[in-house]
């Protein structure tokens, strides 16, 4: 089910992963649908809990509801505390990956094993402000990073430059690992990605980007759905 590793360097295997936020609720189903029909690699599934972040959005029946309207990868991304409790929920509702953030878990260790051993893929959240070395000692853990380029709650939000530079450190760590026998790790962004600015993301060691507004606004009169994620993608490749 899951899609071949990309490489940094080969932006033409960038997974793009449309966030379901920006999309239009009532007709959900059509639109997981049409984003898969577009070229869609993963459906970004935003959870808010109204305490960690402040908004409210989604659950595990949501999850299970779109479920099998797409065959790609749901990439569950939790903004909550505390987080374990929602990990089987969401492994039986058909989630995929699911990405948390650190400081809403008490005992990181523990949240990253509870979700592989539920069949999931898993990973950290860091948020702009988060140091990456929330990182360090779970490497072994981790199938993802998943880097803030906003500060989390809300679609619609700026890219905050200072991401490009805590990329290419990520990326850094990451290679380092790999180099000494450990397991590929993802590298996916979240925020503000536009077609203006996706070339630098890549460049500076993204292999997976989120995008939300930028998708489901996209003008019918551009081509819709296909028309931005061709657009996001033939950006990618100029880096
Ligand atoms: C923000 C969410 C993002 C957001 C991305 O808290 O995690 O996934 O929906 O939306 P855009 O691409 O509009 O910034
Ligand atoms: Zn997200």
Redesign the pocket.
């Known amino acids: 089910m899951f899609v071949s590793q990309a490489s940094p360097t080969m932006s033409r295997s960038l997974r793009i992963a449309p966030?379901i936020?920006?999309a239009d609720f009532a007709r959900l189903g059509e639109e997981v649908r049409a984003i898969e029909a577009a070229g869609a690699d993963l459906v970004?599934f935003?959870v808010?809990d109204n305490h960690y972040?402040p908004n409210l959005t989604i659950g595990p029946l949501v999850c299970e509801a779109i479920r099998p309207h797409v065959t790609i990868p749901i990439d569950v991304?939790l903004?909550v505390e505390p987080v374990d409790a929602l990990i089987p929920l969401f492994a039986k509702a058909g989630a995929n990956i699911i990405t948390f953030h650190p400081e809403a878990s008490r005992h990181v260790d523990r949240t990253l094993s509870l979700i592989r051993e539920h069949g999931c893929k898993a990973g950290l959240v860091l948020n702009p402000a988060t140091s990456v070395d929330w990182l360090d000692h779970v490497m072994d853990k981790l199938d993802i990073v998943l880097l803030?380029s906003?500060n989390?709650?809300?679609?619609?939000?700026k890219f905050i430059p200072a991401t490009l530079g805590k990329l290419r450190l990520v990326r850094q760590r990451i290679e380092a690992h790999k180099a000494r026998g450990g397991q590929p790790i993802w590298l996916e962004v979240?925020?503000?990605?536009k077609t203006d600015n996706i070339a630098d993301i890549v460049k500076a060691g993204a292999d997976t980007c989120?995008?939300?507004?930028?998708v489901f606004g996209a003008p019918d009169a551009d081509g819709g759905y296909h028309g931005i994620m061709r657009e996001l993608r033939s950006q990618a490749d100029a880096h």
């Open positions: 966030s936020l920006s970004h935003d808010m972040v991304h903004m803030m906003v989390p709650g809300f679609g619609g939000q979240d925020g503000g990605v989120v995008a939300g507004s930028a």
